[in-house]
């Protein structure tokens, strides 16, 4: 019996068009113009209401017409806010403007003061709305393209490319053994990179046990799985790429506290290495989904200044407008998980 990861394997492998018939094609047209429609419904209305932010973008964030979509519900939400600040100024200049005219008689400045509230709640629903279009639009655009491809291509799927697993679960142990031979096997350097090993066999354990069939074993074997250059910095690719039963791709980061637990797991540079691995991603294979990208840190641990975990969700403290705020972190479109795992020292 075929399993379900020869048949992911398969819809990589192809490049073949599934839908032979005129019918078929007739159908994928209005498929592909409905999925435009809602990416537009979409975008607009998470601009305006981002809290609405669901399952359904993590389920069609990979579809380039939803993409599409998505990007002109923010110019569509972008223009929207633009006017209501416009008119909302227009409304409190001319309630301010009655206010004084009609100054002599209550009714006057209560019909100047009410005009003007009014004003002032439109320009301001008008920017907010505004300002997260912008956001929504940097985002979308940056999901649409990094595929490197758009909606014109064809729409009954993506030529796909093999990849074969690189390395095993020994591998782990690489970084922990060259530091046992530079600092002795006791020392504090070699006795943590042997715990952080631990940890990527732990998370590599996990990963299986969940379904998953992992295609790359630690950050080195990430490089050489996705071709993506060494240099200098040797913590730019994640620790695990896996892919699911469903041929979708996982990425994730395992990260620990310091030696000495004076600050918690280094997220910042976890979130890096996960941008940097999907970006390798998509341009070695332009049509691969993303099923999750996490980061696994062991339980009890914290996290660094400036990151929250809200469920399993980590949000980050950024500046916008003068303000303090928390937004969630994403990467190719979707919310950066947490994964805690058991773990006793």
Not at 143 to 150: C, I, K, Q
Not at 182 to 204: C, D, F, L, T, Y
Not at 251 to 276: F, H, M, W, Y
Not at 305 to 323: D, P
Request: glycine share 14%.
């Amino acid at each position: 019996m075929t399993s379900k990861f020869a048949r992911a394997a398969v819809r990589l492998e192809s490049a073949s068009d599934p839908c032979q018939s005129s019918n078929c094609h007739a159908g994928q047209v209005f498929y592909n113009v409905g999925e435009l429609g809602r990416g537009l419904s979409y975008g607009f209305d998470t601009s305006n209401l981002p809290f609405l932010e669901s399952k359904a973008y993590e389920e069609q964030h990979d579809n380039p017409f939803f993409q599409t979509g998505q990007v002109l519900g923010d110019l569509g939400a972008m223009a929207q806010g633009i006017f209501e600040s416009w008119d909302g100024g227009l409304k409190v200049e001319a309630g301010l403007a009655l206010a004084v005219l009609g100054s002599e008689s209550g009714v006057g400045i209560l019909a100047g003061g009410a005009l003007a509230g009014l004003g002032v709640a439109e320009a301001g629903h008008g920017i907010f709305v505004a300002n997260q279009a912008n956001e929504n639009l940097q985002q979308d655009l940056g999901v649409l393209f990094s595929r490197g491809e758009g909606p014109a291509s064809s729409p009954l799927g993506y030529p796909g490319r093999k990849l074969e697993p690189v390395g095993e679960k020994t591998d782990l142990y690489a970084a922990a053994r060259d530091t046992a031979k530079r600092q002795g096997k006791n020392s504090p350097e070699a006795i943590q990179a042997r715990k952080s090993a631990e940890i990527e066999e732990r998370v590599s354990e996990l990963l299986t046990q969940k379904g998953d069939k992992i295609m790359s074993y630690g950050d080195g074997n990430t490089r050489k799985l996705l071709d993506m250059p060494r240099g200098v910095d040797r913590t730019q690719a994640c620790d695990f790429v896996s892919l699911t039963e469903g041929g979708k791709f996982n990425l994730t980061e395992v990260k620990a506290s310091d030696p000495e637990g004076k600050k918690g797991a280094e997220v910042g540079e976890a979130i890096n290495q996960l941008r940097n691995t999907y970006s390798s991603l998509m341009q070695k294979i332009p049509d691969a989904k993303l099923g999750e990208a996490s980061v696994a840190i062991p339980e009890g641990t914290g996290l660094e200044v400036g990151y929250t975990v809200k469920g399993n969700q980590l949000w980050e403290e950024a500046y916008e407008n003068g303000k303090m705020i928390q937004k969630p972190v994403k990467v190719g479109g979707q919310v950066v998980t947490v994964k805690r795992v058991p773990w006793s020292s």
